[in-house]
């Protein structure tokens, strides 16, 4: 499985973003998928996830109520719409799949796509 994440910018405090994630290679459909993020100087943390259905979603707690994830398995793609964007968010965003169920542990998803940089300026 191939991933391809974009839609990364500069934006104001305040702003939205949407990225996409496009995957290739073995059925979308039956992955789940979870965006996760890395501020310089830290570790790689858990964002969102989503069932391979849609119907479940996950969420950390400093997102919730301004980030929302959401995929479309015709079109192998996976999004996560992010509205009033803080400094804070300021990371590399990573989208990843695993087989099985939503988890935020890193290391426990398959595939990775290359990052996108979101940058949001105060």
């Known amino acids: 499985v191939q991933l391809q994440a974009s839609g990364g910018g500069l934006v104001q405090a305040g702003g939205s973003l949407t990225l996409s994630c496009t995957t290739s290679g073995r059925i979308f459909s039956m992955y789940v998928m979870g965006w996760f993020r890395q501020a310089p100087g830290k570790e790689r943390e858990f964002v969102a996830g989503i069932s391979w259905s849609g119907g479940r979603t996950s969420y950390t707690d400093s997102v919730k109520g301004r980030f929302t994830i959401s995929r479309d398995n015709a079109k192998n793609t996976v999004y996560l719409q992010m509205n009033s964007l803080k400094p804070e968010d300021t990371a590399v965003y990573y989208c990843?799949?695993?087989?099985?169920?939503?988890?935020?542990?890193?290391?426990?998803?398959?595939?990775w796509g290359q990052g996108t940089l979101v940058t949001v300026s105060s």
């Open positions: 990843a799949a695993r087989a099985s169920v939503v988890t935020s542990t890193p290391r426990q998803y398959d595939f």
